[in-house]
């Protein structure tokens, strides 16, 4: 173990055991009195913005998914992680090795312990960390046989819960008149999951605070909206009296208009008009695209998205395919956060019950490998002169040996890569026929110039894949064709691509099985 360093100038720095071992940065060093905690209860104080300006505290989030959008974003979210099948557990080991008896025998009761507990509903309860920034676990032990059996593991609410000046958790309740003390966390009681907590902010990020705003805004807006539609959704009756009527004439003809409004029925005097108004389109429709505004933030708040919760309107292919993307990141990191969560109960469990010695249970999320690439990759070796034994279709595909046969290679056979001579490879032959294709899909005007058609077929020409060529004619074509002209032309250039690519690779196919 070194004693220093040497720092740039050539003087060496030595360390201090005492120094390296102590926190510097603290509350108490940085100043914060028991001022700014919370008063007697010494505990610090819910750091979150936007409860702060609202002057609430987090019961408030609670009464949120009584809101459509909330509840469905909040279950659109935990479902993509709770729909997953591949969540497992295995005996802790070493890094490339196996897991010891013991760590086995570990892994054996831990599993059997969990046989009447509900993972469902505990990943479910994980999941509730992003919204509120965090949940408490509860472990339930009971002792037996030399064991500490985990009987339960319950969320708890996060209300009820604060964290000291250290950091620390404590239970307080719910408070009263008079609010007892709060009480430390016992060790190996409970688990906590937060979500991007801080030293600054223990509490974590809780997106559902973020939410208070837009649902505050959609219900004053509905109640708004409920107003206007009831006022001004139904025409209005108006009533010309003639110019000579009394005030009593007057007053006898909108009690009749007013009882027209629910039978329809009204006797008019002579001379009188009666016309039918109603109110514009616009109103209505301005209010739709308030609430409508306030969902996309909710939406995009708790998705990160907006386009796999709501599908109004037209959207693009690519933006669908970019806010798919968003939260498919979204449930990989919630995977993470329950991965983490189950390794610290496992680790307890093992702490408890086996000692530091035992490497404890590991949790995860075990994606099957994807067999058609596995496939794609077995058949570019076979088209080298790789042959594969009946083992590796068994072990790789999970084949039965009665649903398959090997064929033995043939004597002497071995990979000829050399194009047959004297003619000309398919692939080349559909590589013209496609340049030729796209040079007429061109305008007339672009078409006219030699010297573009030559650089759209070299472009044509040097593409490796589908996303290459459609890139590279991006670049050539945009600065000379309308958006609408372009999209046009490209979604016609890549059918031809494609259908040229795939008759050539059948054609190559046939050649080599008559060959």
Same mark, same amino acid.
């Given at each position: ?17 005492a ?8 509350r ?17 104080p ?15 989030l ?10 469905t974003a ?6 993509r ?15 490339g ?7 086995e ?17 505990v ?29 339960d593991?319950?969320?708890?609410p ?35 999951v937060?979500h ?29 909206y ?38 329809a ?11 039918l108004?109603s109110?514009?389109?616009?109103q ?48 990989d ?11 610290e109960?496992?680790?307890l469990?093992?702490?408890?019950? %086996?000692?530091?010695?035992v *490497? $404890? !249970?590991?949790?995860?999320? =075990?994606?099957? /490998?994807?067999?058609?690439? #596995? +496939?794609?990759l077995?058949?570019?070796l ?12 068994k072990?790789n ?20 890569f ?9 692939a ?20 006219a110039s ?21 890139? %590279?004619?991006?670049?050539? *074509? $945009? !600065?000379?064709?309308?958006? =609408?002209?372009? /999209?046009?032309?490209?979604? #016609? +250039? ?7 690519g795939?008759?050539?690779?059948a ?9």
């Amino acid at each position: 173990m070194a004693d220093g360093l040497f720092l740039p100038d050539g003087t060496f720095l030595s360390f201090s055991a005492a120094e390296l071992t102590t926190q510097l940065a603290t509350r108490q060093n940085a100043g914060v009195t028991l001022g700014e905690l919370e008063g007697w209860l010494n505990t610090l104080p819910d750091p979150d913005p936007v409860l702060r300006k609202r002057g609430e505290d987090a019961t408030v989030l609670d009464d949120l998914s009584a809101d459509d959008q909330v509840t469905t974003a909040m279950l659109s979210r935990k479902n993509r992680v709770l729909n997953c099948p591949d969540f497992t557990l295995r005996a802790g080991a070493p890094d490339g090795g196996t897991a010891t008896p013991e760590a086995e025998e570990l892994y054996r009761r831990f599993v059997q312990d969990l046989e009447r507990t509900n993972l469902r509903t505990v990943i479910s309860g994980i999941l509730d960390a992003p919204f509120f920034g965090f949940i408490p676990l509860e472990l339930i032990w009971r002792p037996g046989n030399n064991w500490w059996h985990l009987v339960d593991i319950v969320p708890r609410p996060p209300r009820w819960f604060r964290f000291d000046n250290e950091n620390r958790p404590t239970f307080v309740g719910v408070y009263g008149g008079i609010a007892a003390q709060p009480v430390p966390l016992p060790a190996g009681k409970f688990v906590f999951v937060q979500h991007h907590a801080t030293y600054d902010n223990p509490y974590g990020l809780r997106l559902l605070s973020r939410c208070l705003w837009p649902v505050a805004f959609k219900r004053g807006g509905l109640r708004f909206y409920a107003k206007f539609v009831e006022r001004h959704g139904l025409p209005w009756v108006v009533g010309e009296a003639p110019a000579k009527a009394e005030r009593l004439e007057k007053q006898d003809m909108a009690r009749d208009l007013a009882r027209m409004v629910q039978d329809a029925v009204a006797v008019i005097p002579h001379g009188a008009n009666v016309k039918l108004e109603s109110a514009g389109q616009t109103q209505g429709a301005l209010h739709e695209d308030f609430l409508a505004r306030q969902d996309r933030a909710i939406s995009k708040i708790l998705m990160g998205q907006t386009l796999t919760v709501e599908m109004e309107g037209a959207n693009s292919l690519a933006a669908a395919e970019t806010h798919r993307s968003v939260a498919e990141d979204l449930a990989d990191a919630d995977k993470a956060m329950v991965v983490d969560a189950w390794n610290e109960i496992a680790w307890l469990y093992a702490q408890v019950n %086996a000692g530091p010695g035992v *490497l $404890a !249970p590991l949790a995860a999320y =075990d994606e099957p /490998e994807d067999l058609n690439t #596995r +496939a794609d990759l077995d058949k570019k070796l076979v088209e080298i002169g790789v042959r594969f034994t009946a083992e590796h279709f068994k072990e790789n595909y999970g084949l039965k040996e009665s649903e398959f046969t090997v064929d033995a290679p043939q004597p002497g056979g071995i990979a000829n890569f050399a194009a047959p001579s004297g003619r000309k490879p398919l692939a080349e032959k559909a590589q013209a026929t496609l340049d030729t294709a796209i040079a007429k899909m061109l305008p007339g005007a672009l078409k006219a110039s030699a010297e573009f058609v030559t650089r759209v077929e070299n472009a044509v020409r040097k593409a490796a894949s589908y996303d290459d060529l459609q890139d %590279a004619l991006v670049e050539l *074509l $945009a !600065p000379s064709m309308t958006p =609408d002209a372009l /999209e046009s032309f490209l979604a #016609r +250039a890549m059918t031809a691509a494609a259908g040229y690519g795939a008759t050539a690779v059948a054609a190559e196919e046939a050649e080599d099985g008559n060959a």
